[in-house]
């Protein structure tokens, strides 16, 4: 059972998120598939219940969206060992405030016109459900704790932080 509280796990999940940056959006297709791809995720200060990522109004996963609203966002960090994988449910938006709002440069690489480009989207994430997993050790210390499990039959102990939080 964890100490921390809700207000603490939420800023550990958002620095978390706020270093890793690219997650692998998964959507449902045809009603029943699932499909991933690798989404650069942005977040506004303050806004603790929503990610953002820039789209194109046009593109297969908005489509996906507009049946299925349900989506995840997988976050990875393997050389620190951090993961966060994210669900709640997707809207996209045209919002020309919103666009200009998150707007950076780094993402003029996917839409090369910049942010007046009139196919660019954002697809809006209301976050719902939220788990993190922080080894800080180190690989070779979480390889130890588990290796040690393995041989002990207890579960690990002190190789990091797993937190869950409903409605982030």
Not at 34 to 47: A, F, T, Y
Not at 54 to 66: H, N, P, Q
Not at 108 to 120: E, I, M, Q, T, V
């Amino acid at each position: 059972m964890s100490d921390k509280t809700n207000k603490e796990k939420t800023e550990k999940l958002f620095e978390l998120i706020e270093d890793i940056q690219i997650a692998m959006l998964t959507t449902v297709e045809d009603g029943h598939s699932l499909r991933s791809r690798p989404m650069w995720v942005r977040r506004r200060e303050g806004d603790g219940q929503f990610l953002y990522c820039f789209t194109r109004d046009d593109s297969g996963k908005v489509r996906e969206l507009c049946r299925d609203r349900h989506v995840n966002l997988a976050f990875a960090d393997k050389g620190d060992q951090e993961y966060v994988s994210v669900s709640g449910k997707a809207s996209v938006t045209e919002d020309r405030t919103l666009i200009d709002d998150l707007w950076s440069e780094g993402a003029r690489a996917w839409f090369p016109d910049g942010k007046d480009d009139p196919n660019l989207a954002v697809i809006k994430i209301s976050i719902e459900y939220a788990e993190y997993w922080d080894a800080p050790n180190g690989l070779m210390v979480t390889a130890f704790g588990w290796a040690k499990a393995q041989l002990t039959g207890e579960p690990p102990r002190g190789v990091g932080d797993n937190e869950k939080l409903g409605a982030a």
